[in-house]
């Protein structure tokens, strides 16, 4: 879905996507993978992170908990605002210690697994493009020596939206009035509500000019903080372009996860309630490799909008 006319046999501008295109393109990355090339390098660690946590949860709380984690996603970052507003708000007591800690062991090996096999899906959408083709050999070559920067990324990203909105949860749950709110109430808890919609507009902000961080590592192959800097450098003056296509992404898979749960909806019924989570399952195997494929789609549009598609290290991937 080029946006300009080209002379034939021109590649230039051939990356430079609509918002719209930017995730028509991904589906199609994603579709020609194979897709069960992605559901290996990246499907499987979904599904095995979503198992985990809800084998915890299930241990911890028991089977009438299962509801509460329906749909909960492989991203681990979650879990440290997780472990940090029980921390902070004073919720943490001899029962909940284990868990916690639980939680913790949990959050770094997924970040070392969700990093590596990051780093080898968008090595392998990254070949894609290139003439040597698509080859998961070379793709989980790449993820394991790009696992250290790409994980580093991730837990800085994940450490900053913590940092910001932790402390404005903490601030909002300690303005919630403890029995029926009373006039004198209303006050305190819309100023704690105005500051925590302050504070997520910012984590948006910054999760949106981040958003290509990880693939920018795996593709210059330059250190985390470089790969930060970086992805600021390519979504400036793109913020709205790549915060419609994020919003675009997330509607399409939310809507195709749906449809998968009404799929099997007749015969969720006979699992109890295991079939709440099935769906969620198969989500995560065959749905997540989309959003690394996405970015992947998203940073070489942004390279062909700043003009730098020719001079960049990366170029060698396209």
């Known amino acids: 879905m080029a946006l300009e006319e080209e002379a034939p ?20 990355v994603w579709w020609r993978g194979p897709i069960y090339i992605y559901m290996a390098l990246f ?29 909960v996603g492989p991203d681990p970052s979650s879990l440290i605002s997780t472990v940090l507003t029980d921390v902070l708000s004073g919720q943490v007591t001899a029962s909940t210690t284990v868990y916690l ?8 090996g997924g970040i070392v697994m969700l990093a590596g096999a990051e780093a080898a899906t968008l090595a392998f959408a ?12 070379a793709a989980l070559s790449t993820g394991l020596t790009r696992l250290v920067p790409v994980a580093v990324v991730q837990a800085i990203i994940g450490l900053v939206v913590a940092v910001l909105m ?22 305190p808890l819309l100023y704690g509500l105005s500051v925590l919609i302050v504070v997520s507009l910012i984590v948006l902000f910054f999760y949106v000019r981040t958003t290509v961080a990880t693939v920018v590592v795996v593709a210059e192959s330059v250190s985390p903080t470089q790969a930060v800097q970086r992805s600021f ?86």
């Open 101 to 108: 800690a639980v939680l913790v062991v949990l959050t770094v």
């Open 9 to 28: 046999g021109s590649t230039a501008g051939q990356f430079r996507l609509s918002t719209v295109g930017v995730v028509t393109r991904g589906l199609s």
């Open 126 to 137: 990254l070949r894609d493009y290139t003439s040597e083709g698509r080859d998961a050999g």
């Open 233 to 318: 450098d390519l979504t400036k003056g793109s913020f709205f372009h790549v915060l419609g296509a994020h919003l675009l992404v997330s509607l399409l898979l939310l809507v195709l996860s749906y449809v998968l749960a009404m799929a099997m909806a007749g015969f969720l019924v006979l699992l109890g309630p295991i079939g709440l989570v099935l769906p969620n399952m198969v989500s995560a195997l065959l749905l997540s490799p989309i959003a690394p494929v996405f970015r992947v789609v998203l940073y070489k549009d942004l390279l062909e909008r700043t003009g730098e598609r020719e001079s960049t290290a990366a170029d060698e991937w396209w």
């Open 43 to 71: 499907g499987l660690y979904a599904l095995l992170f979503v198992l985990v946590r809800l084998v915890v949860v299930v241990a911890f709380f028991g089977s009438s908990a299962i509801a509460s984690y329906a749909t």
């Open 166 to 187: 932790v402390p404005s949860l903490v601030f909002v749950q300690a303005t919630e009035p403890a029995t029926t709110p009373t006039p004198s109430d209303i006050g």
